[in-house]
């Protein structure tokens, strides 16, 4: 079984600053892919950022400049700085990963955790 949890997430204001983290944990045997979704309510999980194993990045268009994706490919753990943070980033956000398992290929996600962008 493999876990990813995130934390991190929480009320700020705009123009302020919040950095998620997601932990990856179980039986992995590698990881390919990292990234971040976010979702509202009545609309569709949108993609936030992805970083590969070999340190690419990509980010949606409404976020970049904003937001950071990085990680810690030892310790399988990976992070959304976000700064300059809008009330249109309020959203829930998910972690999401491309896991090697007994099983093979698996993509998981996290429980998500809340990001609220308010004065």
């Known amino acids: 079984q493999v876990q990813l949890v995130e934390f991190g997430g929480g009320l700020v204001q705009p123009g302020g600053s919040l950095e998620l983290s997601c932990a990856a944990s179980?039986?992995?045997?590698?990881?390919?892919?990292m990234s971040w979704y976010r979702q509202v309510p009545g609309e569709r999980r949108e993609l936030v950022a992805t970083?590969?194993?070999?340190?690419?990045?990509n980010y949606a268009d409404s976020v970049k400049g904003r937001f950071t994706i990085s990680s810690d490919d030892v310790a399988n753990r990976w992070y959304l700085q976000m700064n300059s943070l809008k009330p249109e980033d309020t959203a829930v956000y998910y972690c999401?990963?491309?896991?090697?398992?007994?099983?093979?290929?698996?993509?998981?996600w996290g429980q998500g955790t809340q990001v609220i962008v308010s004065s």
């Open positions: 999401n990963a491309d896991v090697r398992t007994e099983l093979g290929w698996v993509d998981y």
């Open positions: 970083i590969t194993i070999g340190g690419n990045t």
């Open positions: 179980g039986s992995i045997f590698a990881i390919n892919r």
